[in-house]
Each structure stands twice: as C-alpha cells, then as structure tokens.
C-alpha cells in the first residue's frame, strides 16, 4: 500500500541555518506530493505542493523537488526563522480510487534565535 | 484560514459516551474528509464523503460512523467512547475527487475521553 516515510525528528536549528527534511514514498501510480505544516496548537496548513515528476513547489521560502526516480519530495529552506518552528508533514495522494492522503509520521522543527 | 470550520474546538467526555463532531467545508467544495491525529497513530484518514454520498473508508471503527447533509455540512458520531478514543479530529474538504484537488483542514476538534 502506499506509505511515507519522513526524517524522524525532532530537528533543533539555529536561525539562519539550511534546512532539509526528508522524505521519501512508496505508491502505486503517479501520486500527488504535498508538505502541510501545523504551527503548535493549530490546524494543518498546506505549504506546497506538486502534482507531476521534475515539478517544484514552493512558498514562502519552501521549496520541495517531486523526484520519481529517487521517489523523493525533501523539503528544503536556505535560511530558517523562529516563526517556522512546527512540525512539518509530508503526504501524498493518488490521482486514482482512493482520494485520500496519507501522511509520514510528521517532523517536529525547532528554531533557535 | 482555510475557510473550513469545525465546532466544537474541545470536547471533554467520559467512556462509554457518545458526541458529535461538526465540520462545514469550504464554500463550493463537495469533497469532506475526517482524519484521527493521535500520539500513536500518526495521522489516519478516517472517511470520504462526496456530495452527501460515501466515497472512502479508512481506518474508521463501527463505533464512529459519519454523514454529509444536502447543505454539505458533515457530522462525525463517535459512540461508546474509550480512553484511546482521545485525539485531535480533523475535518479537509477539497473541490471534487481528483487527486490533484488541495485539501484544506480545519482547526481540528480536541476530543478527551476521560
């Protein structure tokens, strides 16, 4: 069945500092990718996403790279800040028979002035 | 904001009860969806309701069962509830079925089961 499989956490940065977090998915077909964070005490917020091979997402500094031949969506950002402390859920969703998303077990970020 | 609302933000309750989650789905969107988020189980999609009629099913107990009105609110019942019911439930709603549709989430419903 399709699963995700996220960079365990948590992930302890100075501001300013590049990140990545990883992820990597098994799925039959041509699945969306997508990064959904949740800022403490809040819902999910969808970050990026994409829907083909080779697309880039991007927000808000955010970027992500759908890697069909690594079967591989990293979540990257080349200078972090305070407010992007969250825990950060990578997902997907095939473009067929069941809509539904199914979520890595999610990285908890903290940033450090 | 999403544009999907769910009531109430927390419920308190004791084993053996039952309640009802709420959720209102973006405006123009047909598609809702219930995820469980627990300590232990990660993020587990529960149902799929599209316009009004069941769609998908997923780690959903019989005690939980669920509904979409011709308004396109839906209602999540949770019966007989035990402690490991405890967890934050959310409501997405997305356009349609398509599996490049976004889903958005609402704020969540923080349910104790005391």
């Known amino acids: 069945g399709d699963s995700v499989t996220q960079m365990e956490g948590p992930v302890t940065l100075s501001e300013e500092a590049f990140l990545t977090i990883n992820c990597t998915y098994t799925a039959t077909g041509y699945p969306s990718l997508f990064w959904y964070v949740q800022y403490p005490g809040e819902g999910l917020q969808l970050l990026l996403k994409?829907?083909?091979?080779?697309d880039k997402g991007s927000n808000k500094g955010f970027e992500a790279t759908y890697r069909k031949e690594t079967t591989s969506f990293h979540l990257e950002k080349g200078s972090v800040q305070v407010s992007d402390s969250a825990v950060y859920f990578c997902?997907?969703?095939?473009?067929?028979?069941?809509?539904?998303?199914?979520f890595g077990t999610g990285t908890r970020l903290t940033i450090i002035p | 904001d999403s544009g999907v609302t769910q009531t109430p933000k927390h419920l308190i309750t004791a084993t053996g009860q039952r309640v009802t989650l709420r959720c209102s789905p973006r405006s123009g969107d047909l598609s809702v969806y219930w995820y469980q988020q627990s300590l232990d189980q990660g993020l587990q999609f529960l149902i799929q309701y599209y316009n009004g009629e069941e769609r998908a099913k997923g780690n959903i107990l019989e005690r939980f069962s669920a509904q979409q009105f011709p308004d396109l609110h839906s209602e999540l019942n949770l019966s007989s509830l035990e402690l490991g019911d405890s967890a934050l439930y959310f409501c997405?709603?997305?356009?349609?079925?398509?599996?490049?549709?976004?889903?958005?989430f609402g704020p969540g419903t923080r349910l104790t089961v005391l």
């Open positions: 997902a997907l969703r095939t473009n067929f028979g069941n809509e539904k998303l199914t």
């Open positions: 994409a829907t083909k091979a080779d």
């Open positions: 997405a709603s997305s356009p349609g079925t398509g599996g490049v549709d976004t889903q958005y």
